[in-house]
């Protein structure tokens, strides 16, 4: 029960450091997260055809889940050489396959009718412009008075 809820914490943790950092300044076709570019360009995915915020947020989601899982991993171990080897050997299969079924998901993803995530993503990015146009119309006024 306590490495459940060492997962969970360093799962949750990773993930709001990752929002933090990568996906709240993420845009499409402008600072894309690593991740999402090796899936992007791995699979082939056309990031068009479906809802890019909903994409970078998952990508985050499961790459601390997997940091989550090793360190999880790691903590079993006792020794710190032997830690450190446990957790190199074990990262790179954990990416993979996370990966690997991330980027499945997604190609599945792209070939079905997602019209309605689309128009919400719109809805969200107009939003946002919106936002930023509010922005700078109150700082130009500011330097004019």
Do not use: C
């Amino acid at each position: 029960m306590e490495y459940i809820l060492w997962f969970i914490f360093y799962s949750i943790l990773i993930f709001i450091l990752y929002y933090i950092l990568f996906i709240r300044k993420t845009k499409r076709n402008v600072k894309v997260p690593a991740e999402a570019q090796y899936l992007i360009s791995l699979y082939k995915l056309d990031v068009k055809k479906f809802s890019y915020r909903k994409f970078i947020i998952l990508v985050g989601l499961v790459t601390s889940l997997d940091v989550a899982l090793v360190a999880l991993i790691v903590m079993q171990v006792e020794e710190t050489v032997w830690q450190l080897l446990f957790g190199f050997v074990a990262v790179v299969p954990i990416i993979v396959i996370s990966f690997m079924i991330l980027g499945k998901y997604y190609q599945n993803k792209q070939n079905k009718d997602n019209s309605k995530e689309l128009k919400k993503e719109k809805k969200y990015l107009e939003k946002i412009k919106k936002k930023e146009s509010i922005k700078k119309d109150k700082k130009g006024k500011k330097k004019h008075d």
